[in-house]
């Protein structure tokens, strides 16, 4: 090899004469640079190809994982929606029940003056990966949030107001008698009659109800007894006070089973039919007072 140039010697066999090639330095240099750039502009090539694909994968994956949440995001708003008109419903039932409960005056001024009104635009991280439609989706689904917070308030003290009265009005309903104290035959009613004993017109203040001695007397409905014994032309007589005004009577009673002080439930016996006191047979005589004045107990009987 001189100074300048490499030999290049090819031997093909034993048989064929050697042959010399003479190559400048500087070709041979070329060429290691050239193969060398080559080399590692496809190792640069190879390594970019691996890298694009991956991030293609990548890609498609953020683009399915983004598609999935697009559809929850829109089912989401779909819920909001039905959310929101099951609080319709809800407004349009506390109100029947308001009319039903003669509580229709009764409104909060929130109802009357509605509730609403612009909110600042809220901040969303996400606001520059989201699309126009899903920014607008979940802007209105803050606002309309902010919205059902308010009218799930009201609503709770609504009802609230409701369960509160229709608890007393079970109470009253509880209290108020409404079924037969027994059952048997009525000789007399409520009004005016002829007495049995002297022919003259008089007042009888309750119904008489004939049936065989010894059947139980029940509770037409909650309540105290406060009196339980002996009163002149009743023989032993049951008074039952219900509350909010309301006592009934039981008179002629056999025998008295409930006693003073004690509390009675509709359905309880109270006593049993007797002939006791004044009386041409037996019978109970039943009475119902309100606030103290007698009124006809037929229409407090829906049995």
């Given at each position: 090899?001189?100074?300048?140039?490499?030999?290049?010697?090819?031997?093909?066999?034993?048989?064929?004469?050697v042959?010399?090639?003479?190559?400048?330095?500087t070709?041979?240099?070329?060429?290691?640079?050239?193969?060398?750039?080559?080399v590692?502009?496809?190792?640069?090539?190879?390594?970019?190809?691996?890298?694009?694909?991956?991030?293609?994968?990548?890609?498609?994956?953020?683009?399915?994982?983004?598609r999935?949440?697009?559809?929850?995001?829109?089912t989401?708003?779909?819920?909001?929606?039905?959310?929101?008109?099951?609080?319709?419903?809800?407004?349009?039932?506390?109100?029947?029940?308001?009319?039903?409960?003669?509580?229709?005056?009764?409104?909060?001024?929130?109802q009357?003056?509605?509730?609403?009104?612009?909110?600042?635009?809220?901040f969303?991280?996400?606001?520059?990966?989201?699309?126009f439609?899903?920014?607008?989706?979940?802007?209105?689904?803050?606002?309309g949030?902010?919205?059902?917070?308010?009218?799930?308030?009201?609503?709770?003290?609504?009802?609230?107001?409701?369960?509160?009265?229709?608890?007393?009005?079970?109470?009253?309903?509880?209290?108020?008698?409404?079924?037969?104290?027994?059952?048997?035959?009525?000789?007399?009613?409520?009004?005016?009659?002829?007495?049995?004993?002297?022919?003259?017109?008089?007042?009888?203040?309750g119904?008489?109800?004939?049936?065989?001695?010894?059947?139980?007397?029940?509770?037409?409905?909650?309540?105290?007894?406060?009196?339980?014994?002996?009163?002149?032309?009743?023989?032993?007589?049951?008074?039952?006070?219900?509350?909010?005004?309301?006592?009934?009577?039981?008179?002629?009673?056999?025998?008295?089973?409930?006693?003073?002080?004690?509390?009675?439930?509709?359905?309880?016996?109270?006593?049993?039919?007797?002939?006791?006191?004044?009386?041409?047979?037996?019978?109970?005589?039943?009475?119902?007072?309100?606030?103290?004045?007698?009124?006809?107990?037929?229409?407090?009987?829906?049995?």
């Open positions: 090899m001189s100074k300048k140039k490499f030999t290049i010697m090819i031997l093909p066999d034993e048989t064929t004469r042959r010399k090639y003479r190559v400048p330095r070709m041979v240099r070329g060429f290691l640079v050239v193969l060398a750039v080559v590692i502009g496809l190792g640069y090539l190879v390594t970019d190809y691996y890298g694009v694909k991956k991030m293609v994968s990548e890609l498609e994956k953020l683009r399915l994982e983004a999935q949440q697009q559809q929850q995001l829109v989401f708003a779909k819920s909001f929606d039905d959310l929101q008109g099951e609080m319709a419903r809800l407004r349009q039932f506390d109100m029947k029940l308001r009319v039903m409960a003669d509580l229709d005056g009764v409104v909060y001024p929130e009357i003056m509605g509730v609403g009104g612009e909110n600042p635009e809220p969303n991280p996400l606001e520059g990966e989201l699309s439609q899903d920014q607008g989706i979940i802007n209105n689904m803050t606002k949030l902010d919205r059902l917070k308010t009218e799930v308030s009201i609503q709770e003290r609504s009802f609230q107001e409701l369960v509160e009265y229709l608890e007393d009005q079970k109470s009253l309903l509880a209290s108020t008698p409404s079924i037969w104290p027994v059952k048997g035959w009525l000789t007399s009613t409520f009004g005016y009659r002829s007495s049995p004993f002297t022919g003259r017109r008089e007042m009888h203040k119904l008489d109800i004939a049936t065989r001695s010894g059947t139980p007397i029940i509770a037409p409905a909650d309540g105290l007894v406060v009196f339980a014994g002996r009163e002149g032309g009743f023989g032993n007589m049951i008074i039952i006070d219900h509350g909010y005004g309301i006592t009934t009577r039981y008179g002629h009673c056999s025998s008295l089973e409930a006693k003073l002080g004690q509390k009675v439930k509709r359905g309880d016996v109270i006593a049993r039919v007797g002939n006791t006191g004044r009386s041409t047979g037996p019978h109970v005589h039943y009475e119902v007072a309100v606030n103290s004045v007698s009124v006809n107990p037929s229409r407090y009987i829906l049995n």
